[in-house]
């Protein structure tokens, strides 16, 4: 691999993302004639987004969003399930398939 400041990379990856993010929100915003957006999930964490979406309040969107603390991954409470279930004696076999609406 050549020799790439992989920091840079990153960086230009994030922009670019966030650029056409952006672009794509408002074409939509334009064609549907909406005034409020919510930003959810993972990418709601990304602070350079969440920055991207605030500057639109400037142009008269409401924004939504939950706070950054709300905003992780889920990883962790789905091992921490998988770790009660464990301790409650609760096995699963390698056939087990996601169920969205689960009973935890």
Do not use: H, W
Not at 32 to 46: E, T, W
Not at 62 to 83: F, Q
């Amino acid at each position: 691999m050549p020799d790439i400041n992989k920091a840079d990379l990153c960086a230009s990856f994030e922009k670019t993302v966030t650029e056409t993010l952006m672009e794509n929100t408002k074409k939509a915003l334009e064609k549907i004639k909406v005034d409020k957006i919510a930003l959810a999930g993972g990418v709601s964490a990304n602070v350079f987004i969440r920055k991207e979406f605030y500057d639109l309040q400037k142009e008269g969107i409401k924004i939504y969003m939950p706070d950054l603390k709300l905003c992780t991954d889920n990883a962790a409470m789905i091992a921490s399930a998988g770790y009660y279930n464990f301790i409650n004696g609760k096995n699963s076999n390698l056939d087990l398939n996601a169920v969205p609406n689960l009973k935890l």
